[in-house]
């Protein structure tokens, strides 16, 4: 693969070499290497927890590492060894990242985001001079956001702009890209990867993290795979495939499809009727919507973000209360109680905030793990809290789920996010089967279960979700991913402005017709 | 119309104080350092600024070593909140009981040749009536009628208020308090920002604990500052971080007070403690408007990472 020429510059862009890091009991990256060279998209690949997000991290200043170096190249193929003691210093090189968690302040607008940190701005700032520049460049590059709306109002895809805007604006040469498609629509995700591709063509580096195997295949020129923080391997992406990626980011082959047994409905557990919600703004979030899941039953849910499936998933766990319509859960009317009397009735939930709402990062995970099951015995006597049955409780979590953490007593937050969507996971599963050790039929309420997770950690959790609804659980999958849904649900609803487009079954739809149904445009 | 002169001028005159730490906590604040060692800053300002100005002779001496001091101080609660990570209440708790025995304890010998500061009669402000403006009907005397520190204040509040919200500087400042991860990432020196914040708050808590040793009561007493740094920290709530709003807060209790004042000299039934009250409530019901709207909390909330320390290598 040549690919001088155009842009004019010759060789490495940047080369780590033997990066080693290490948190309190985990070996992080364990002498490392990656080469990137400029005009590439260099793939870097990995399991959740293999060390993808630390040694960009180091690379962009942010973390120190324990051993290595890193070199930086100029136009003609030259290498030269610097220390990037500070996100500063980074800057200073060319370097810019986009994190896996967004490094936005949401008060700000998002000119002030973008300027934020900027050396050669006047010291008295105008801002409206500051807006049309950024505006200019942002239709320039073809993403256009609205330079004076404060962050907090704008969409996880727009925020994803601003994040590249921003280290564009500062003249990164050399782009890291933390897993940014991981929280975008489908055609989101196609406007940066077109993006990416003219930075690259341009002549810039640039590093893409993604678990998204299809995406990496079809914009990768190279990709690099790390396992448990070391090397596997460099190759050119057009010598390979996603199933040999897969296998090399797994250590074994990983099965794509997993085998489905037909569905055996059993009741009707779960009953939305003619809920009415109106979301924050006064906006109707969800308009008369009817909806039934059965037990053994998967019913999925699509529809592009932000068409009602957070009120969904909120009215349907009692985390919020509907304007109008009932919920109905195993025959008995839930409408307007609290969360707990619906996780008393089996009522189980995964939410889409792993750490907004499924999780307290600062405690530690066994308590994070117990938290649906303290209330009761053998963890809770009397009043009082059995610490010792608590972490016991946690291991076997722990171990069932797989859930790769130093221990139940490490702080949530240090978790990479596939082992903390695995620890929520195997808390709410559990919960359900003690709701139905106690008579009740459990419902499991999952929302992007499988976003931001590896290929083995997605089939995982996957066929848990088969597990339980192979075992008389009433499952609600919430996805953007089409292939999932139509690969999951025995059903579909369509969501779209709020109101059910129409149900389906995956035999007799098709990718077209769902996305027409999630577009609005069609009904059944 | 006498009664609103002169309520407005007792009002403008005890406010001063409460504005310059006020205004100082608001810039600690907004760099994500809550610091409520401001009772403590100022009234270590207020007996080193008397027992300068006594040993000098000069009154402007007072305030430059009132204001280093509340500076020196603010820098112990910056090392131990910044770089030591200590708690941000337990430190400035400390700070203010610390500052309350010391400052006591220096009054008993900080007089010439080690006598005691107490009932000593030292150089002070006066009021300089401003020629022309001081003549305006109602407004002329509140405002142009006062001592040197309250006109420095006319300087003061606009120039901080412009650097928060218009200047490079400024939008850094703001960041920090806001997210200092995302400051951090973009280059800005986290520690070096919180640092200068703080003590500016510091330096500016000292000048008002001098306005009160220098102008508004003149001399030196125990418990000088009668938890007017208390009131500061509330100011900087009820003034949703706006430095403009801590103004407004300000005269309000300065108001309250002068009136309170006048009602007792007229034999009110009214207990005081009462009337003390009503800023307090005020600020409650201004805090919870501000909850009610989600608009308002993110335009006018608290700087989100208020109280929290900052270490790039923990996870967030
Ligand atoms: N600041 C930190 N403190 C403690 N442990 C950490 C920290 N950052 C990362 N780790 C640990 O280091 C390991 C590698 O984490 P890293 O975030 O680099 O993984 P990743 O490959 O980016 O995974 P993912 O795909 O889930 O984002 C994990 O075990 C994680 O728990
Ligand atoms: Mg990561």
Redesign the pocket.
């Known amino acids: 693969m040549s690919r001088t020429g155009s842009h004019g510059r010759r060789g490495l862009a940047v080369a780590l070499r033997g990066i080693t890091k290490s948190?309190?009991g985990?070996l992080?990256n364990d002498h490392v290497d990656l080469e990137v060279r400029w005009g590439e998209i260099h793939a870097l690949l990995?399991e959740?927890?293999?060390?993808?997000?630390?040694?960009m991290s180091i690379l962009s200043g942010l973390y120190q590492p324990d051993e290595g170096e890193i070199l930086v190249g100029d136009d003609e193929g030259g290498l030269r060894p610097v220390t990037i003691t500070s996100p500063r210093a980074a800057i200073h090189l060319g370097i810019g990242m986009v994190h896996?968690h967004f490094k936005l302040v949401p008060t700000q607008t998002v000119a002030e985001n973008v300027i934020l940190g900027v050396e050669d701005m006047p010291f008295v700032l105008d801002l409206d001079a500051v807006a049309r520049d950024v505006a200019e460049i942002a239709d320039r590059l073809r993403m256009p956001v609205d330079p004076t709306a404060p962050i907090w109002q704008l969409s996880v895809g727009e925020q994803q702009r601003v994040e590249i805007l921003k280290a564009l604006y500062r003249g990164a040469e050399i782009l890291v890209l933390d897993?940014p498609t991981a929280v975008l629509t489908p055609q989101e995700a196609d406007e940066v990867a077109a993006i990416l591709r003219s930075l690259a063509a341009e002549g810039k580096a640039i590093v893409f993290i993604s678990?998204k195997l299809d995406e990496v295949v079809e914009i990768a020129d190279r990709v690099t795979v790390l396992r448990k923080g070391r090397n596997v391997a460099t190759m050119d992406v057009a010598d390979t495939d996603k199933h040999r990626l897969a296998e090399l980011m797994v250590g074994r082959e990983v099965a794509t499809t997993i085998p489905k047994p037909p569905a055996e409905p059993g009741p009707t557990v779960l009953a939305l009727e003619g809920v009415v919600v109106r979301n924050e703004r006064g906006l109707v979030a969800l308009d008369h919507v009817d909806l039934e899941v059965a037990a053994g039953e998967i019913l999925g849910i699509a529809g592009v973000a932000g068409n009602g499936q957070r009120e969904l998933t909120e009215v349907a766990t009692g985390l919020r209360r509907p304007d109008a319509g009932r919920v109905v859960v195993d025959g008995k009317d839930l409408t307007g109680a609290s969360p707990v009397a619906f996780l008393d009735r089996g009522v189980a939930h995964v939410p889409a905030d792993r750490l907004g709402r499924g999780l307290a990062g600062n405690l530690p995970l066994a308590d994070n793990l117990a938290m649906r099951a303290y209330r009761h015995p053998p963890i809770a006597v009397g009043p009082a809290i059995r610490r010792d049955r608590m972490r016991a409780f946690a291991e076997t979590i722990i171990e069932r789920f797989r859930v790769?953490a130093p221990g139940p007593d490490t702080p949530a937050r240090?978790?990479?996010?596939?082992n903390q969507q695995k620890a929520i996971l195997g808390r709410e599963i559990t919960a359900g089967s003690w709701a139905a050790a106690r008579g009740h039929r459990p419902v499991l309420v999952a929302a992007y279960p499988t976003r931001?997770l590896?290929v083995g950690a997605i089939e995982h959790v996957r066929a848990r979700l088969l597990e339980q609804r192979a075992a008389g659980t009433a499952v609600l999958l919430v996805s953007e991913e089409l292939d999932e849904l139509l690969m999951m649900s025995d059903r579909i609803a369509v969501l779209h402005g709020g109101r059910i487009m129409g149900v389906v079954t995956p035999e007799e739809t098709t990718i077209e017709e769902l996305g027409l149904m999630m577009a609005g445009e069609a009904h059944r | 119309m006498e009664l609103v002169t002169s309520v407005l001028a007792i009002a403008v005159f005890a406010g001063a104080s409460l504005v310059y730490a006020a205004v100082g906590e608001i810039v600690t604040e907004r760099a994500g350092v809550l610091n409520l060692g401001v009772e403590g800053m100022m009234i270590m300002g207020a007996v080193t600024a008397f027992a300068a100005a006594v040993a000098s002779g000069n009154a402007m001496v007072g305030v430059v070593v009132g204001g280093v001091v509340g500076g020196i101080m603010a820098l112990v609660h910056a090392f131990a909140t910044i770089t030591l990570r200590a708690d941000q209440v337990v430190s400035g708790l400390a700070l203010t009981l610390a500052g309350g025995g010391l400052a006591s304890f220096l009054g008993q010998r900080l007089g010439p040749g080690g006598a005691p500061l107490v009932g000593m009669v030292g150089p002070r402000f006066h009021g300089v009536p401003i020629p022309w403006l001081s003549d305006l009907p109602v407004v002329g005397p509140a405002l142009f009628d006062q001592d040197v520190l309250v006109y420095l204040l006319f300087l003061v509040v606009p120039a901080v208020w412009f650097f928060v919200a218009r200047t490079r500087p400024g939008l850094a400042l703001r960041a920090v308090g806001e997210s200092p991860q995302t400051a951090d990432a973009m280059g800005i020196g986290v520690y070096r920002v919180r640092y200068l914040a703080t003590v500016f708050g510091g330096v500016l808590a000292g000048i008002a604990g001098a306005h009160l040793s220098l102008a508004y009561t003149p001399g030196w007493t125990e418990h000088l500052t009668g938890g007017r740094g208390w009131i500061a920290i509330a100011l900087v709530i009820f003034a949703t971080w706006d430095p403009r709003r801590a103004v407004l807060g300000a005269l309000l209790f300065g108001g309250v007070n002068a009136i309170q004042f006048r009602l007792q000299a007229e034999g009110t039934t009214i207990p005081a403690s009462l009337l003390n009250m009503m800023p307090y409530l005020l600020t409650i019901v201004v805090l919870v408007v501000i909850t009610r709207f989600e608009a308002l909390r993110h335009r006018l909330g608290a700087p989100a990472a208020l109280g929290l320390a900052y270490d790039r290598?923990?996870?967030t």
Do not use: M
Request: net charge negative; proline share 4%.
């Open positions: 948190f309190p985990v992080a990995g959740n927890g293999a060390g993808k997000s630390t040694l896996q897993e678990h790769d240090n978790l990479s996010g596939g931001g590896d | 290598e923990e996870r």
